[in-house]
């Protein structure tokens, strides 16, 4: 991930959400094998710290949630 801030912040979006994409496995097993809402109040909130870092990135080029069907 700390390769993608500075391809965002020179404008290089492109080459930014490329990077982003490589993380899609990452991710996936992230959420298949990892209980976010941990029992543990720390780990918890390591957990949850990491996917708003990981959010923050991809904001960075757009909000998908301002996305609308027709």
């Known amino acids: ?3 993608v801030a500075p391809l965002f912040e020179q404008g290089d979006y492109t080459k930014g959400l490329q990077s982003l994409s ?3 496995n990452s991710v996936d ?3 298949d094998n990892v209980l976010v809402m941990h029992q543990d109040d ?3 909130q390591n957990r949850l710290a990491l996917l708003k870092q ?3 990135l991809f ?3 757009a909000d998908i ?3 609308h069907s027709s």
């Open 1 to 3: 991930m700390l390769e």
């Open 22 to 24: 490589t993380l899609k």
């Open 29 to 31: 097993d992230f959420f």
């Open 42 to 44: 720390q780990v918890r």
């Open 54 to 56: 990981l959010r923050n």
């Open 59 to 61: 904001l960075q080029t």
């Open 65 to 67: 949630s301002y996305l």
